[in-house]
Nanobody, 116 residues
Framework: QVQLVESGGGLVQPGGSLRLSCAAS????????MGWYRQAPGKQRELVAT???????NYADSVKGRFAISRDNAKNTVYLQMNSLKPEDTAVYYC??????????WGQGTQVTVSS
């Protein structure tokens, strides 16, 4: 059974930084892409950043230059370094793993709150 375990959310002041991590386990299949999405209250879930295997990262325009996604393929772990955080970055952040056999899994979500 596939499990995605997220960590690293919390409360931070505007301009601060947080690092999210998500470790995937329980699958024997190869990963196509790993990424992060977020959902703010009253809004739809939106892409934050994705990184395909062997490819370049993709970012939402709203986070370019502030957020950085990275992967540790040996650990099946994806990270999201978030710098210069703004109140509008407040949301529940979800890890997403897309396996090459066509299965997609989501993490349980981790709350990020940017407030003074």
């Amino acid at each position: 059974q596939v499990q995605l375990v997220e960590s690293g959310g919390g409360l931070v002041q505007p301009g601060g930084s947080l690092r999210l991590s998500c470790a995937a386990s329980g699958s024997i299949f190869s990963i196509n892409a790993m990424g992060w999405y977020r959902q703010a209250p009253g809004k739809q879930r939106e892409l934050v950043a994705t990184m395909p295997s062997g490819g370049s990262a993709n970012y939402a325009d709203s986070v370019k230059g502030r957020f950085a996604i990275s992967r540790d393929n040996a650990k099946n772990t994806v990270y999201l370094q978030m710098n210069s955080l703004k109140p509008e970055d407040t949301a529940v952040y979800y890890c997403n793993v897309d396996y090459k056999i066509g299965l997609v899994y989501w993490g349980q979500g981790t709350q990020v709150t940017v407030s003074s």
